[in-house]
């Protein structure tokens, strides 16, 4: 974590300087606040990288002689089976149609989208998957 620390650090002050010449040379508001609340949030972010190193056991980024593999670990749990997520891409299709077609059309969308939500939630508390 003080690698990644110290480039949002970096990265801010780039950002700073950045954000100084831009407002001096265009004169233009808007860009200006951005890079600024850009500089801003990448010194928080960096900050809070910083401060966490120091209490967070050294990991396998902050070691040179690591390896990939060192870092490795669980990334999660992934339904191999789920017919959910077809469900929500066909209702969410229907509903983005809706700004072109016609707002009467979100109403077909939504109870597919609900059903769709409602069983990719709770998949694992019925049927052949459920848990006792």
Do not use: C
């Not at 229907?94 to 109870?111: E, N, T």
């Amino acid at each position: 974590m003080k690698i990644q620390g110290k480039m949002f650090i970096w990265l801010s002050v780039f950002l700073l300087a950045m954000a100084v010449v831009y407002g001096v040379w265009s004169k233009e508001p808007a860009g200006t606040t951005a890079l600024f609340l850009a500089f801003g949030l990448s010194i928080m972010v960096g900050f809070y990288l910083g401060f966490t190193a120091k209490r967070v056991d050294t990991g396998a980024q902050d070691n040179k002689e690591a390896d990939v593999a060192d870092d490795a670990g669980e990334l999660g749990f992934f339904s191999p089976h789920s017919w959910q997520p077809l469900a929500l891409g066909f209702g969410g299709a229907i509903a983005f149609l809706s700004v072109a077609i016609g707002w009467w059309l979100i109403y077909f969308a939504a109870p597919i989208i609900l059903v769709g939500l409602w069983g990719w939630v709770f998949e694992y508390y019925r049927g052949e998957n459920r848990t006792q």
